[in-house]
């Protein structure tokens, strides 16, 4: 497991808990006296979103659904077939969720763990039980512009305030936690991303250590602190070189472009930088305080350090858009020589004062591994060579070249246009080796190479030739020693030049003789694990030598032990000389630098040094970011200066060339149109007129490759798509023994398809015939078995008859074969198809295995014959089909005569068959099905062209036969008229038609008169034929009809047939899905069964040892005890044996001994400070056996001061008191002995429970998996017992208005359907009857309430009668009547009367409008509300219907078993009634008492008050 933290609890050093990113788990530690045990529990982790997962028990389920149907549900890793150990463990796919990733984990007081996770969750661990809890987080409101994303703890530390986190974002957090949510406050900035934490053991002090390295203290107080203890680089060193002369301080640099200033003695850091972009090199200039970075961008920044403490950038170079590789200064710091990534080494004036001039640049080979210089105190020139690989040609490649020193005064005659130094002037060499390098040095002296070979341990040295040569000149070895160093290494020249150095990736780094290449100085500086030495440097005066590591991440600085002799003294006087000569440029470019000022440098702003604030470190210089455009390397620079003074120096001679061409192309396309408009023979090609020849044949080249390119993939993607097409029917067509056909109708839309299938293969035959035969055997035995029983018993006496032919036994055998099973019972339909069921066996008596893929194979032969005997069908329709197509053609010639000779418009309709018909078709591609243009070859329309010269040729010939012309004139091309072509027959008339008819003469008449009775006959004639050429079209019309219509009815028989063949197919392959589905369960029942055998073994042998360390325990734990014991007595002994030991003295002397012999001394306990423990939140930590130990120790020192001679009791005798203080050390001695086998005998006691309680548990597990293993037994048994029936029911006959089927039939039984209609038709006869007596009665109780309606009416009308009289008698004289009479003008009257009563209905009809329009309005409203009411009432109205349903249903129950129910209430409720009035009987038995008893005190105080009259 790949731990990434592990911590003891710091309550209890028996808990352990370890972390990894993907698991926690807690071990403990359990001890027995000597012997320790570790058991580890896992934690469970919640899902990635904070959820908990319930994750079902795998041995044991109990929450898996139950399946009354298709049998029991068994776990996943049954229906897998896993029987092992993996079975315990197996979770499919689709069922794995992504846990939380633990990071980082601390200990608290209550011995609880919290947990930090990479997804931003905070959990909390209870360490004794391990439940997971998920602390909510509290969220504050906060600025935008300190929001911070704290995201996963890097690490975390426990305090008592709460928790202490670390993020990526360089902020310490306080994490405050309450119950089950926490706070996230800000507790510390740090300017880097804090990797780890811990506490001081006074918890006063916090050590603090950065992804860098760099480790911060942070002390608690009134006035917190945080001081730096150390500053750790930002990665590992990229590059390192000492500042001139290299006595005192050193630079280095990283990847990421900080720049550090070290001073030498201490290897302290004096200052940084930052760059904020990618470096690659550093090199420090020999003449001045200043250094320059190459970066990967392809800039040189140059630093200056005159300062030591604020370094600062002076200039920057934009050399070309390739990195910069190399940085190379000469020794007497006269040029920088800057190598690129594409092979260009650019030439720099190191002088500040200079600004740092470009001088130009030279092309080498792209992969630069060195440059060396030479530039020595004596010349006046600098040898630059540079070294290279050819990997292809396993070689090395030296190209050498000169510089003079004055090169930066004349620099524009050295260089053209575009920067390039020009070659012959600065003599450029090249050189080739035939073995690889992986370095090379150029020698001081002698024009001497010095190379470690790549491939060998060796260092050679090469002489150059003194000749100049032009080409590749090969260097051969002059001397080779071997380097006794593996792996590629470097090499490196001191400054006087005598010195050759050499490392490699075995870490060693050797100091050598430049004249013999011995070794007389070497150091293991780096490991070869960390694949040694990346770099080294050494000082001008060799004193000082720093070495780099290349993946350790370490610097390394060497001095010499012992510096002095022939060695020393040579260096050193070099160093003083080159000092000396340097002194005047340092000074003055030193005095530059000092008063250069800082330039401002776009820096890139994505690096992360930008993001720091400038107050974390003061002696950091931040640099001043400005948005400028975008810069052009200075290489693109010089090539676009170069290219306008081109531009501007030839632009006249470049207008000539221009105007010439035109000229030039348009005589050309004179010549062109002139040739165009000559005959064939003397017309010129079209490439004649191409001035580029070479360039139109490139061209055509260049398309010739195109389209062999294009022809070979399209060759290659159609030789795909015919590979996959031959898979394709090699799969569906080939291997098809009946090919898939369809049969279409000629009138209507029917269709109808046959089986494809496939034929059977030689296994699948075998296995047909090994079970007909099983069958056939198993039925003749039952046959013998049937015989001989009814020959014992006599039942039956058969007579056989031995003359019956083989065949009518056969047949008799296969009709009651047949009458054995019927259909309903049989399940399907295969028997209506001619199929012999015979061999299948009942449904009813599917048990085993065997016996369920016997079935299998039978219903797959049953299947395929029933397909056959269809396709026979098909195959006999289809050639129906193209019987009748060939007589309709056979017709269809004569009905195109017909319609020929009658000159009639009809189409004729000739039936085809189409590509389902005829799918073979579709493998054969036509004509007019490709859409592309054929691609004729030349040859062919030459001869296309030939055979049509010919064709035309034999028409001219045919044209010029008169005979055959004559032939077509008179006789229309026939010599014999035939009966078809009366229809087609003229009479020509008498030339004389032509004159008047009074000019005729009387011959004339005659032969008009003939023509006129000939065109009649001819007419007459003309018409019977058209008659009966009609009435034989209708007739073949109408046979073609008929015809097609009868094979359309077969057509639609037959389709009938494929349905229900269809039908019977899907029904026996039902079946086979429910005998295959019986058979995968009855696997997964066995592997479920193996595991559980399996599990139980695994749990025997664990009981086995859980038994075995029990007894081992409680043996260990017996004599452990018996130890205790013996030492427990002795002790007693030594209390009991005092006085005895002590008789001869007195007996106060001894009873003052005794006092003091039970005395002890009293260890006083170390105090520690309050503000100490308010702070340390785990408070005094439990004993252990060093602290034990330490306790006893003190005990001891306690008691010498006990058996001091002062302690002693006057008079006695110091040789008693010296026996009397070894026996008190004895029995003190003897009493920890006992304290502490007490102590290990109860962890004993503890250790021996707990194996008690695993044996328990493995003993509960064991009968846990018997008890499984029964219940699956019997689950297999109910399951081979209960089978899946197919039944074919008739349709429509079982209806159901819902589906609320019930699906436990456990009381059910099968029978027969006809008892069921019969029980049917005596209910529905039975309710007819009852239906009738209920209309008679309804009838009469109709008639009786008729009569008493009628009874009413008429005293109704009676007392109508009586009313009306009794008004007449009481009828009064009215005053309007009075008015009428008395009034003379009482018609004016009635009209006022009128009028006013006008005015007031007016007035009502308004407001009664009104009213109207109101209760419109109304009425609407309560429409709506009514239409609401209605919907609701529906939907009451459904849950109504489904509630009377459920309440019949219950009804029903109850009725079923309402009897019993209802006389067991009534008993219960008559006893509990009987029992209630006997309890009240006996309450108010008592009340009654008491309430005589109250009388009799009453009447006893009522007398007491009233005076006592006594008779005088």
Known sequence: MDVNQMSFNPMNWRQLCLSSPSTVSVWTIERSNQEHCFRARSVKLPLEDGSFFNETDVVFPQSLPKDLIYGPVLPLSSIAGLVGEEAETFRPKDDLYPLLHPTMHCWTPTSDLYIGCEEGHLLMINGNTLQVTVLNKIEEESPLEDRRNFISPVTLVYQKEGVLASGIDGFVYSFIIKDRSYMIEDFLEIERPVEHMAFSPNYTMLLIQTDKGSVYIYTFGKEPTLNKVLDACDGKFQAIDFITPGTQYF????????????W???????????????????????SSLSAAVGTEDGSVYFISVYDKESPQVVHKAFLSESSVQHVVYDQQGIFLLVGTSEGKVFIINANSSSSFQIIGFTEVAKDILQISTVSLLETDIVKVMVLSSLPEAGRSRLEMFTLPTLLPQVSTTFADERGRLKDEIIHKYLYELEH??????????????????????????????????????????????????????????????????????????????????????????????????QSMRISMDGQNILVNGRDDGTLVYLKWKRFGGHLASEILD??????????????????????????????????????????????????????????????????????????????????????????????????????????????????????????????????????????KDVEMHNLAKSYLAELIKEECWNSMAVKGQALKCFHIPCVVENFPMKARTVEELKELERVLQQKKIEAECLKLRKE??????????????HEEDDEEEEEEDKTVKYSNLPNYLLGSLSTDFGVDTSLLSSQLELHSREEKINQIILLKDIIYKVKTVFNNEFDAAYKQKEFEIARVKERNVRIREIILDLELEEAVWQPEFEDCEKPERMLVVQDEEITAHKHIKPWHKAKELMVNHEKEHWLLIQDASTRLRALMDMMGGVLEVKKEDILRMVIPQPAFMAKPDAVWTEEERKQFKDYEKKVKELNEERDKYRKSLEAELKKLQNSIQESTQAFDEHLKRLFERRVKAEMVTNQEELKISNLAFSLLLDEELSSREKFLNNYLTRKQHEKSQTSEAVRKSREDLDVYKEHYDNLLAEDKVMDRSFKKEFSEIPGHQVDILYKLFKRRPRISKQKTHSETTSVVPFGELPGSGKLNKDAFAQLMKAMDELDNISNMPEGLDPLVWNHFCMTRRAKVENEQKVKQKAADLLEMATFLQKRVEEEEKVQQEIERVFHELILLQEEKVRFQLNLTIQILLKQGQVELENFQLVLEYSDAILINKNIIEDLNSVIRTQGQKKVASMMESKDVHKRILQIEWEHKKMEMEREDLNQKAWDIQMLFFSRDRQKYLNEPNYEALISIQIGIMEQTIAVLDKTHKKNVENCKKLLKKLGKFSNQKDIANYALSCNLREELVAVSERKDICN?????????????????????????TNISKQQAEQISILQTEVERLRMKTFPALVPM
């Open 251 to 262: 630079m280095t640099l990283t990847h990421s472009g900080e720049i550090c200033v070290w």
């Open 264 to 286: 030498l003695e201490d290897c302290a850091c004096v200052s940084k930088i930052y760059l904020n972009t990618l470096a690659m090199v550093l090199a420090c200039c020999p």
């Open 436 to 533: 690889a390098l992986s370095s090379a040095v150029l020698g001081f002296q002698s024009n001497q190479i010095y190379g470690f070979c790549s491939q060998v341990p060796y260092i050679c040295s090469y002489l150059l030739p003194e000749e100049e040569h032009t080409g590749i000149y090969i260097l051969k070895p002059y001397k080779k020693v071997q380097s006794r160093q593996y792996g590629p290494g470097l090499l490196y020249l001191s400054s006087h030049g005598l010195w050759l150095i050499t490392i490699a990736k075995c870490g060693i780094l050797c100091i050598r003789d430049v004249y013999t290449l011995e070794t007389f100085a070497w150091c293991r500086s780096h490991s070869h694990q960390g694949h040694g030495i």
């Open 574 to 711: 070099y160093y003083q000389k080159l000092l000396i000569s340097l002194s005047s440029a340092m000074d003055k470019e030193n005095h530059y630098l000092s008063t250069t000022p800082k330039v401002s440098v776009d820096l890139g702003s994505d690096s992360e040094h930008t993001k720091q604030k400038a107050s974390t470190d003061l002696s950091q210089d931040e640099l001043v970011l400005t948005d400028v455009k975008k810069e052009i390397p200075w290489i693109q620079q010089k090539s676009q200066e170069a290219i306008k003074k081109e531009v501007n120096l030839f632009s006249k001679k470049r207008k000539e060339i221009k105007q010439g061409i035109k000229s030039l192309s348009k005589t050309i396309l004179n010549m062109m149109e002139e040739n165009d408009k000559l005959e064939n023979i003397a017309k010129l090609d079209q490439q004649e007129f191409g001035l580029d020849l070479e360039e139109l044949e490139r061209l055509h080249d260049e398309s010739q490759e195109e389209v062999a390119k294009i022809i």
């Open 788 to 801: 001989i029983v009814e020959a014992q018993s006599g039942v039956k006496l058969i007579k056989q008859r």
């Open 1456 to 1480: 079923a078993m309402g009897s019993k129910l209802t006389c067991e209430k009534i008993v219960k409720e008559r006893y509990e009634n009987m029992m209630q009035q006997q309890k009240l």
